[in-house]
Each structure stands twice: as C-alpha cells, then as structure tokens.
C-alpha cells in the first residue's frame, strides 16, 4: 500500500480514517502554519492540535456514531480532538509507555461486552469498530534506524502482540466474525551525517518567515511576491547541481501529490530524496559536526516521496547515470474476516491509503462520507502472492555513504549508493532472518500453502503462531542485552 504525501504520521493516519488526502482534510503535515489562524500545528504540543480547529473532515468514528453503530479508538493519532461533535463510545487517550500486552487487554476487554442484544440493562456494550495504534516500531526505527538490532526486536514485540490478539479471537470463537485489517502509515529510510542538506548554505534564511514539515521543508517567505521565484529557480540550480533533492512551487508539485490546494501548504518546497534530511545550522551544523564527530538523529526518518524516490547514480569510472526506483516509503495493507471471502495469500495491485475508509465502512455496512477513493468492497485480487507468475517484490534497500565524498550537499563530486544487504521487509519469514545465538527454524517454512477451508486457515494461523511466538521469544531473549529496557517512548512521528 502506497501512504499519502507527505508520507509522516498525522496526515496519514487521519486519510487512512477519512478517506481524504491530506490537502482535502487539512492536517498537511505533522507541523505546518496556519496563515488565516495565525497560529502553527505541532503534532506533540496536544494543547494546540488536538483542538477540533484544525481538523477538517469527519473520522470514520463519528460517521459510524451518527449511523447506529458503537465506536472504540485506542490512541489513534487526532482521536482527541472531538472531531466534529460526536465522540466514540469509548476512547482511550495516547499513553507512550503502555505495553503491548495491554493493548491486546484492552480490545479484547471490548469485543468480551455483551451486546444489546445480550443485555440491554448492562452498563457498556460491545462496539462493532475497532481502532487502536502501536507506535514501537515506529518510535524504535526513529531511535536506531530501521535496520537496526533493535528494530527487529520491536517487530518481534509487535508480531507477539499479534499473535495474542489473534489468539483470543481463535479461543472466543470469533474468527468468522471479525474482520481484522492491518495497515502502516508509511516506511522509514536510514539516516546518515554525510546525507544531509545545510539550508543555511542554499538560500538567505532572514528571507524566511516560517518553516514547516520534516525531513523535506516547506518556506514561508516573508516577501512572498518578490522572493518566491527568486528563490525558486535558485534552489533549482542548486538541485541539479547536487542531484539530492527536488524543489516545487505550488504550481510545479507533481499532480501525484496532491499537494497544492490548501491554503496550509507553504508556497516553496524542498523535497530530499530518500534518507536525506534538510538542517539548520541552529539544529544541526553539519561542518561543525564534521569535526567533532557529533552524529545526526533521528537516526530512521519518513516523510519522503510516497511513491517512489530517484536517485541518480553516478559511476565515475564509467561516466554514467541512471535512475533507480527506491520504494522506502511503502507501507502496509493486510486483510482478513467475512468481509473478504478470498483464497488466503491473495495479491491485489498496489494502491494509495485513501481507500481504506471506504474498506472498512463497507465491512460494517455503512454509508461513507464523500471522499478520494474509488476502491470498494468485494475486493478483486489479482491472484496469490505465492504465484510463480506474481511480481516478485521490490527490495526497500537503503542508500550507503560513499566515503570517498563530502557531506556538504553544494558540492558537485558528492554521489550515492544503495545496498545489497538490507532485509526486504518487516514481513520477512523469521527463518530468513539470522538472529545471533538463534538457528533458523525450517518448521516454519512448512505448510506455506493453507487450503481453502476456513477452518483449516485457522489451523494453520494458529500452529504458525505458535512457532512465531517461540522465534519471537528467542530472538528477543538473544539480543535483550543489546537494548534497554521497553519501558517506553514519547511517540515519534
């Protein structure tokens, strides 16, 4: 599944529970100004986001209120900010330290209410929509970088949680009954001091009134008439000139973005490629860190291309340059339940995070609110993952440093790399994985093709579980002395 752009937390998750582009609902980045409010989004600062101001569609909680059904939102990132005027039934406010394990509590704790049906006179009753949000391995990519020890640890913690969740579905006798989909809200690209852009050294920053967004950055001018094409077509020389970033004007933004009707969107945009990331020297010096050998953080960064990101590749000895494909940012779509009859293992083609609202609103059988999506229930897959025909998947590999380069982005003779060696996918089998002090599990290669049969699917997830659940143990177990503690992060989007 492609995210929206730009490709960071907030915009996304409000488009997966609206439907909506970003520039069509309003939350344009996870920090941006406000010209008619005069007053900036910040994601973290919740006094001022989560105030209803900001947020300019209906979420798929208060469509489902108004038509009869009960909500529960678990975290979801906007949940708090009584959008518009009907909250869900049940709302669970962002707590970064809690555990996995209580997550897995809590929507178990739901879907064990009785329903009206059962008991008119109890107290609460079951909702019949879900919604809840795990920011580990997001948080973890952030801290270590998404190929990091510790980011496989967090999976193994989230594939845990996983396989409690579904495990209470299978012992309460819900798996006919509920559906289950399992999105991301974007990717994650490896950061690194020598792929960084120095603003300061591309343009006049007094020029500037406000910046917005992060790791790409939208300039608010504080001459918008008189500078913004000046600027513009400096930066463009600058661009081709170090082949690292991209810069667009509201008028120049690639139609594929969606990005350039909202009075919130900054009128100058500069857009680095993969795992670069545009600095102050107030935040950041790079020539200052050169010395002192201060490392850049983040260490994993989003908000790139949502699509795919270009880089040029320059091969000296050969003089020559090419354009690869470097899809980080893809996120995730997983489906199972009633809604979605279909062959376990079915392949549908790729597409944008705006039809997931549609989606969900068809598996609980309510109308949906005007939105960008076209994609509706019954879905039509295209065939199985594990066809021999299918198109096999692209690998997501970071760019390496060339050490033989500077990192000042204004240098010509600066070029980039990609790896060979970065695992494909967060999905990847455990047993592909090597994990020190673990030898690979063949079992778990077994069975790979489930019949038809429902019954038999569960079966199946159910042993397969079991077998995850003990690779996940060991692997978290081998590596333990490798991380501190989980005992919480502030959520990093």
Not at 5 to 24: C, E, I
Not at 284 to 307: C, I
Not at 392 to 412: A, F, G, M
Request: some cysteine.
């Amino acid at each position: 599944m492609l995210p929206s752009f730009p490709s960071v937390t907030f915009p996304n998750h409000f488009t997966l529970v609206t439907g909506l582009y970003p520039q069509d609902h309003g939350i344009v980045s996870n920090q941006f100004w406000d010209p008619e409010l005069k007053e900036e989004f910040y994601y973290t600062n919740t006094q001022v986001s989560m105030q209803p101001k900001w947020w300019n569609a209906e979420p798929i909680w208060s469509v489902a209120e108004k038509q009869g059904l009960r909500t529960a939102i678990h975290m979801w990132p906007g949940s708090e900010a009584h959008i518009p005027d009907v909250e869900p039934t049940y709302l669970d406010k962002y707590n970064g330290t809690e555990g996995l394990p209580n997550k897995v509590n809590r929507i178990l704790g739901w879907l064990d209410l009785p329903s009206e049906y059962d008991d008119s006179d109890a107290p609460e009753h079951r909702p019949q929509l879900i919604g809840a949000y795990v920011p580990n391995v997001d948080a973890d990519g952030h801290k270590y970088g998404p190929n990091s020890t510790e980011i496989l640890a967090a999976i193994a913690d989230v594939d845990g949680m996983m396989t409690l969740l579904i495990e209470g579905l299978y012992e309460r006798n819900l798996t006919e009954l509920v559906n289950i989909i399992v999105v991301s809200d974007h990717g994650m690209a490896t950061t690194s001091n020598k792929r960084l852009i120095q603003l300061d050294d591309l343009i006049d920053l007094s020029l500037v009134d406000h910046i917005d967004g992060w790791p790409l950055r939208g300039l608010r001018l504080k001459d918008p008439d008189r500078d913004v094409s000046i600027l513009y077509r400096q930066l463009q020389d600058a661009a081709k000139h170090a082949g690292t970033f991209e810069v667009y004007t509201l008028d120049t933004m690639p139609e594929r973005y969606h990005f350039n009707d909202n009075d919130r969107i900054a009128p100058l945009w500069i857009i680095p490629k993969a795992g670069w990331a545009v600095v102050e020297k107030s935040d950041f010096d790079v020539s200052e860190a050169q010395v002192t050998g201060e490392l850049y953080s983040p260490k994993g960064l989003h908000g790139y291309d949502h699509e795919v990101s270009i880089f040029r590749i320059r091969i000296i000895r050969l003089g020559l340059l090419t354009l690869v494909q470097h899809p980080l940012m893809r996120a995730i779509f997983i489906a199972r339940g009633p809604a979605f009859p279909h062959i376990p293992n079915s392949r549908l083609p790729a597409f944008q995070n705006i039809e997931v609202y549609n989606i969900i609103c068809d598996s609980l059988g309510i109308n949906p609110k005007s939105n960008n999506g076209t994609l509706r229930l019954p879905l039509k897959p295209e065939g199985l993952h594990s066809d021999a025909d299918a198109p096999k998947p692209d690998l997501p590999l970071d760019p390496v440093d060339d050490e033989d380069k500077t990192t000042q982005v204004n240098n010509p003779s600066q070029t980039q790399n990609q790896a060979s060696d970065a695992p494909s996918s967060a999905l990847e089998s455990p047993s592909n994985t090597l994990v020190p002090g673990v030898e690979p599990d063949d079992t778990l290669q077994e069975e790979k093709k489930p019949t038809d049969s429902k019954t038999s699917w569960w079966d199946f997830i159910h042993d397969q579980l079991a077998k995850a659940k003990d690779w996940a143990k060991q692997f978290v177990d081998s590596i333990k002395d490798n991380r501190p503690p989980a005992n919480g992060t502030d959520v990093t989007s």
